[in-house]
């Protein structure tokens, strides 16, 4: 799965159009689970007082399929629609392998540095949170079954891991990832 694409799609959809705009979204979420390549797909919302921000995060086998998809006519119908929607397109965002959480230098073209330091990147990233999520953690949720204590730190080191901690880590070692 290193060379999998993921790509993120967002579109500002006035709060009149939600409605239409989520129906519209899950048809074509359902033309790409029908592709070739298509691995998996979710939605972020942030709901602002006049607008919902969307993030579509797809997730695809390899940069064939991200193209194969946009050449479905279904596909192309449904985009249409959601531009006529959102009043135009929307901002596309595409990386391989964990391009998304790495700081890629301006004007460059976007690459991937070595699988093993994205390792030990993610490792750096992992070890110490997960140590302190279990020390912090445990008086709250000790008394639970050990499946649910881990279920419960699992989902909160993701969400710290997906923002604000890889993020960060990727443009604080941006020099040393980026290095060839």
Known sequence: MSDSVTLAITDHVPMEAKARYEALVEELHRLFEAQNGFLSVDTVRHSRPHQVE??????????????????????????AKIEAITGGPAQHVQAIGLGMW????????????????????????VYPMLMLLMALSSPIIGGLPQFLQVLIIVIVLSALLTWPIM??????????????
């Open 54 to 79: 969307y993030t579509v995060l797809s997730r695809w086998s390899d940069e064939a399929a991200v193209t194969q998809w946009r050449e479905n006519p279904a596909i192309r119908e449904k985009l």
């Open 102 to 125: 790495v700081d890629h230098a301006e004007g460059s073209a976007p690459h991937l540095p070595p699988a093993w330091k994205r390792t030990a990147m993610s490792a750096a990233a």
């Open 167 to 180: 993020p960060w880590l990727s443009k604080v070692l941006r020099p040393w990832l980026m290095a060839r």
